[in-house]
Each structure stands twice: as structure tokens, then as C-alpha cells.
């Protein structure tokens, strides 16, 4: 089992950036394949992002790509979201979430993870 929790979210100005951390405590991080989620008031949660065990693959959603990065770092245990240029659409609370590796990794869909941050607020204002 591993633990999630976010950390970086705030409020900035459209065209700003931000960078989120997701720590993990308990088992290795590397045995994981992580993603990113989002969910805005009123909306379902959506994909944002997603990094392989290795980090030698990542997927990101049409809407943040060439905008946001993911990366991770298995030895600190923390897993990076990079965003960039920030529009208003992006306003949400952000989640990490981690999905066993051993099994297939549909990336977007949130049924492929079994552990979940408790999220942090990305606001932006235009």
C-alpha cells in the first residue's frame, strides 16, 4: 500500500506557472505507474497526466500537452507535475493517484488506480 499527498497548488494569473509534488510514503514508489487527475466544480475527474514506473513513457490529455510535464523521482518518493502557461480551464483540484504496475495501464481511465492524494487547489485567474 502506499500513501499519497499533494503539495504546490495556489492561486496565479492566467500565463503563470506552478509546479506540484506528490510525495509517497509506504511501499516503493517504483512499483507504481502514476497519473495525474483533475476535477473542477460540477465536472467528472478527468486525466491530466501519466508517467510509467520507469518514467520512461508518459501521456498527457490534448488540453495541457506541450503545457505540462510529469516527472518522478523513485528515489525521494515524489512524482512532479510542471504546468505551464496557465489558462482559467485549468482551475481545479489536482490528484495524484498510483496504479500497480503488473497489470495493464490504461493511463486515462481512474479505474486503473488504487490509491489516491486527498488533492490540492490549482486556481487561476484571468
Known sequence: QVQLVESGGGLVQAGD???????AS?????????GWFRQAPGKEREFVAGIM??????????SVKGRFTISRDN??????????????EDTAVYY????????QYAYARPQTYDY???????????
Not at 17 to 23: D, E, K, M
Not at 26 to 34: D, K, P, Q
Open 75 to 88: 528515489a525521494k518518493k515524489q512524482v512532479y507535475l510542471q504546468m505551464n502557461t496557465l489558462k482559467p
Open 17 to 23: 506557472s506552478l509546479r506540484l509534488s506528490c510525495a
Open 96 to 103: 495524484c493517484s498510483a496504479s500497480p504496475t503488473g497489470r
Open 116 to 126: 489516491w492524494g486527498q488533492g490540492t487547489q490549482v486556481t487561476v485567474s484571468s
Open 26 to 34: 509506504g511501499r516503493t514508489l517504483s512499483i507504481y505507474n502514476i
Open 53 to 62: 514506473w520507469t518514467g520512461g513513457s508518459t501521456y498527457y490529455a490534448n
